[in-house]
């Protein structure tokens, strides 16, 4: 692929505060557009089934909005409009993740793509399938309990065939997911929930393409091939065969070592304003990618959940602090009664520690906590001065 001659040389600097501001960070928050609108300016809000503080899609609009109400998260995501049509939708995208409806025919492709998948991880009992579709037709909007459930086995991934059916079927984009209910997937058929003019809008898989690569470039604000690739977890290829016609612009930014694309909309106005200090989901799509991360913030993230507790240095679900447009350090976080709980403590410095605090009280207070208990400081000498801009913030 050639290069084409970059439109604009940015600092690292210039990036950062780019990312930032395309990301939600930096500036005044657009309140009035709420929940639905952080959505459609990320494009994707990653789903997980860790729930420490929150779970992650109840996180990234928290992180930048301040202390909307858990239930309004909820409520924004998946309560229709008047007319009864949904404002999201479930699917695979940087993973599973919620997405503005907008963007249902930018996923024909991968719907395609699956429909031609030759090899599957679970066996399809005949006549299942068929079954499946047939009682969603007859019954309505239903979960996989009332469909007929999963195995009752100790491996979570030991599905009944109704449950690999329904899951086929909404991979396929013939059943959709367009609510959630107690963390449950309520399935529906595409035909039923999917507004007409979506439903129908049949792109072929270069204008797919050429849509999300755009897109990703938008809400990074500036990213390098991989970066792009990588929000709605596109080939390397797919991103070269479409990037040129995708209304990005190349530039070079320093210290990258790689090429870089921009949305040139963030290259017209200098990124100003107000930086919001906040913990961060690790599925946050400012931070999602390591070595992005490592690249704008100079940053090493990485989620320990899944990493033996004797191996990990930050936490289960240590938390990045974001404040003044830097990673200024991690809290691994918990819950016990009323009080947030610092289990794990990471801070940057001493110039850490009125951010760190900030946002621990925030969290808290968000959670609807009455205290915050520190356990651990990774520097001792940095515990008591934590100690008196907590009992400061909260006296």
């Not at 309140?31 to 997980?48: K, W």
């Not at 007929?148 to 086995?153: C, H, N, P």
């Not at 931070?287 to 990485?302: L, Q, V």
Request: charged share 25%; net charge positive; glycine share 8%.
């Amino acid at each position: 692929m050639t290069t084409p001659r970059p439109a604009a040389e940015l600092s690292a600097d210039e990036a950062r505060r780019i990312a930032l501001r395309a990301q939600g960070f930096l500036g005044a928050p657009d309140r009035r557009s709420g929940v639905r609108g952080v959505l459609r300016h990320l494009g994707a809000i990653q789903l997980d089934t860790i729930s420490v503080l929150a779970r992650s899609h109840e996180l990234v609009p928290y992180a930048r909005l301040g202390a909307v109400g858990r239930k309004t998260v909820e409520s924004a995501y998946w309560t229709p409009d008047p007319s009864g049509a949904p404002h999201a939708f479930e699917y695979w995208s940087h993973a599973a993740c919620i997405l503005p409806i907008e963007e249902w025919p930018h996923f024909a492709f991968r719907r395609r793509a699956y429909r031609n998948r030759p090899h599957w991880n679970h066996d399809l009992p005949d006549g299942v399938y068929d079954q499946v579709i047939k009682q969603l037709r007859s019954e309505g909007p239903l979960t996989a309990t009332e469909l007929g459930g999963a195995k009752k086995t100790n491996d979570w991934w030991d599905w009944s065939g109704a449950k690999v059916a329904v899951e086929r079927a909404l991979m396929y984009g013939e059943v959709v997911c367009v609510e959630r209910r107690g963390w449950k997937r309520i399935y529906n058929l595409a035909e039923r929930a999917v507004p007409d003019a979506l439903l129908h809008d049949e792109l072929d898989d270069t204008e797919c393409l050429r849509r999300l690569v755009r897109l990703a470039g938008q809400s990074l604000g500036v990213g390098t091939r991989a970066d792009i690739a990588d929000y709605h977890r596109l080939k390397g290829e797919q991103v070269d065969a479409v990037i040129a016609d995708s209304g990005l612009v190349p530039v070079t930014v320093e210290g990258w070592g790689k090429p870089a694309w921009a949305d040139p909309a963030a290259l017209r106005t200098p990124p100003r304003g107000r930086h919001r200090t906040t913990l961060l989901s690790p599925f946050d799509s400012l931070i999602w990618e390591r070595a992005r991360t490592e690249r704008i913030f100079g940053f090493t993230h990485r989620l320990e959940a899944y990493v033996p507790k004797p191996k990990r240095v930050y936490g289960y679900f240590a938390m990045p602090v974001l404040a003044g447009g830097r990673l200024v350090g991690r809290v691994d976080p918990a819950r016990a009664g009323s009080t947030l709980v610092a289990k794990q403590v990471t801070l940057d410095g001493p110039k850490a520690v009125p951010a760190v605090a900030q946002a621990l009280v925030e969290a808290a207070s968000w959670v609807d906590c009455t205290d915050v208990r520190v356990e651990r400081v990774d520097a001792p000498e940095l515990r008591e001065p934590l100690a008196r801009e907590l009992a400061r913030l909260t006296a």
